[in-house]
């Protein structure tokens, strides 16, 4: 005999008879959805929101005045529109139908508003890529914006609602109508439990103090945890009926039988557990396996996950079970309400009862868990683009793999994403040995050329030192002309003295006067060639020295691309650090190459072009620059 309590489930549009407690929460939310095309509803875990939209706003609709379609994510929320669009049309649609045209064919096919109920749209923080999300956030913006009858109410864990904040830029009504439901207080949960008591024919004795009984140990902070509450009932209600089966009586006496609340939840799913082992006679090691098989249905912030019942047969399969006795276990563990199936798909029958299944897993079963969830993104990902693994991802998960069953199209994914990456790798050395050989001929010629340089920085400097001489001489004679020039005025004086004609004296000043401009004219050449030669040594001296910048600037690169696979955020500063000291094609190449070979531990940027991916990353501080001594050890301090 079941009891009538809703165990772990909730209440449907025919149970209206049996839906207490949340008439206002009710009323609130059915006047909020003919007045606004965007509802969020959120709660913490247990407190009914799935209950008050499929039983309680689903009651204040009449027939065909709402066609409410109600969505869980499975593999992703946009996929699951059009497959449940296909349940309300004369014709299927085909899997890859853009969700807005399946929708715009259900307002065809049915002159009636259209409602999109997204359940536990936590699932898409939990589980989803950072793609999906923004996919389904521009999808929710299209549908507000678009020529439709259409309305959505999305239903989220409250400790998730943060999360929505940032998707506020997609859809700028997200916040506008939101309803938060309350756990119940005492008051209320009382009078669920009266009116439960006389609808299920229920009798009491010392009502007023049974029902303390029952209520006072699920307080807290006069809130009632309803999840407890109903497995509770359940509890007492099934006892009582082996008491009496016509006549159900809760009194003092038969809460004292059954024991004073304690974690009911826990002792619920071990009762049901032992229950299950006990029918089927499973073996200690099968028992183990079925525990493993439930945490598989837990997520790691635990939650439930929904899995195929293809995987979960499998997971049984790979531990000491056969094919039916596998489904016998999915069949008996669905009666005990512990989980629940939805076409092909199970997951946990509540999250309460997922988090007292996380409770039980050990941290090694919890790393597993995540890594699981991530490949399970990663897989979901290459199904709609193509986007193999990684090598950080598969580095990742490499070490879980033989622990995480997989089917064979993600065995083929693995090797797939395996053999790019090995791929991948040989090019990468072919390329970069290809650009290594480059940079050390491009090395080798700039040493040949810095060595020439230098060579005729020497016989410039050479040249240089002896022109100065000549000048000095040139100095010298300057000297000695202004000697002669002193002598050859006091010899005309003298002339005069001793009576010279004029013509004698006028021979001699002729003679004096070219020998001085023999004498200047040497020098200005002198001085001519001096200044050449100086302009030869400076520009040696800057063509030794830019071949020396170039010989460093490759230098540093080649030494980037040898490290850029094992400490990649060094090898972009370093290929930074090569074109400033040196910036031409070939450095410019080598930054580029090298952000690729280490493109794994940087953050994805999608949609911004390459180049200005990495200047993003060499501003954005996330990875270090080269400190002093680094940069001592390199030997730039001079080209900087």
């Known amino acids: 005999m079941s009891s009538p309590f809703k165990v772990l489930e909730s209440y449907r549009k025919e149970d209206a008879d049996i839906f207490f407690g949340r008439e206002r929460e009710t009323e609130w939310l059915y006047e909020r959805t003919l007045q606004s095309h965007l509802i969020t509803l959120y709660g913490a875990s247990g407190t009914g929101k799935t209950s008050l939209i499929r039983c309680g706003l689903s009651n204040r609709f009449e027939e065909g005045e709402w066609l409410p379609i109600y969505l869980r994510r499975k593999s992703d929320f946009l996929s699951v529109i059009v497959h449940e669009a296909n349940k309300h049309l004369p ?15 259900m307002q065809l096919a049915h002159f009636r508003p259209i409602y999109l109920i997204f359940d536990q749209l936590e699932e898409i923080f939990i589980a989803a890529s950072q793609e999906e999300q923004i996919e389904f956030f521009d999808f929710i913006n299209q549908v507000l914006r678009a020529d439709l009858n259409c309305k959505i109410i999305l239903v989220i864990r409250e400790e998730y609602l943060a999360n929505l904040s940032s998707y506020e830029a997609h859809v700028p009504e997200l916040f506008e109508h939101r309803l938060r439901l309350e756990p119940m207080n005492v008051k209320q949960a009382k009078e669920v439990l009266l009116r439960s008591a006389l609808a299920f024919h229920i009798d009491w004795e010392e009502r007023d103090r049974t029902c303390d009984m029952i209520i006072m140990p699920l307080q807290q902070y006069d809130r009632i945890e309803l999840t407890y509450l109903q497995v509770y009932l359940d509890k007492l209600y099934n006892e009582a009926f082996k008491q009496n089966a016509q006549h159900i009586v809760f009194s003092p006496a038969l809460i004292e039988k059954v024991g004073a609340l304690g974690d009911v939840l826990a002792e619920f799913l071990d009762e049901q557990v032992k229950f299950v082992t006990a029918l089927l006679y499973l073996s200690e090691k099968q028992e183990e396996s079925l525990w493993l098989m439930l945490k598989s249905l837990v997520s790691e912030e635990g939650t439930r996950l929904s899995s195929s019942i293809e995987e979960i047969v499998k997971t049984l399969c790979e531990h000491d079970f056969d094919q039916a006795l596998a489904y016998k276990v999915i069949h008996r563990l669905s009666r005990a ?124 400097e050479l040249q240089t030192q002896r022109l100065n001489e000549e000048l000095k001489k040139s100095k010298q004679l300057s000297k000695e002309l202004d000697s002669h020039l002193g002598r050859l005025i006091e010899s005309e004086r003298q002339l005069d003295l001793q009576g010279l004609s004029a013509d004698e004296k006028s021979k001699r000043i002729v003679k004096l006067e070219n020998e001085l401009k023999q004498i200047i004219a040497r020098e200005d050449n002198l001085r001519t060639r001096a200044n050449e030669e100086e302009q030869r040594r400076i520009q040696a001296r800057r063509e030794v020295q830019a071949t020396q910048r170039k010989a460093k600037a490759y230098e540093i690169t080649t030494q980037a691309l ?79």
Not at 91 to 105: E, Q
Not at 401 to 409: G, R, V
Not at 576 to 592: G, M, N
Request: avoid cysteine.
């Open 91 to 105: 014709r299927r649609l085909k899997p890859n139908t853009p969700p807005l045209i399946a929708l715009k064919a």
């Open 337 to 460: 309400r512990v989980i629940h199936q939805k076409e092909d798909y199970l997951e946990l029958a509540h999250d309460n009862l997922a988090a007292k299944i996380f409770d039980r897993i050990t941290t090694e079963e919890r790393m597993l868990l995540r890594v699981r969830e991530f490949f399970k993104i990663q897989f979901n990902k290459f199904i709609k683009v193509q986007s193999y693994l990684s090598k950080k991802e598969y580095d990742y998960i490499s070490p879980y793999l033989d622990k995480i069953p997989l089917s064979e199209e993600e065995k083929q994914f693995v090797q797939e994403s395996k053999d790019r990456l090995r791929q991948k790798r040989i090019w990468g050395f072919v390329v970069m040995g290809m650009i290594i050989f480059v940079l050390l001929v491009a090395a080798l010629v700039a040493y040949q050329q810095r060595n020439i340089a230098i060579d005729k920085k020497d016989v410039a």
């Open 562 to 640: 040898l490290t850029a696979d094992s400490n990649p955020g060094y090898a972009l500063r370093l290929a930074e650090l090569a074109i400033k000291v040196h910036s031409d094609k070939l450095t410019q190449d080598a930054i580029v190459r090298v952000y690729q070979l280490g493109m794994s531990s940087f953050p994805n940027q999608p949609n911004v072009p390459l180049r200005q991916q990495i200047t993003n990353l060499l501003n954005s501080g996330k990875i270090a620059k080269l400190s002093t001594a680094q940069l001592r050890n390199l030997d730039v301090e001079e080209f900087l």
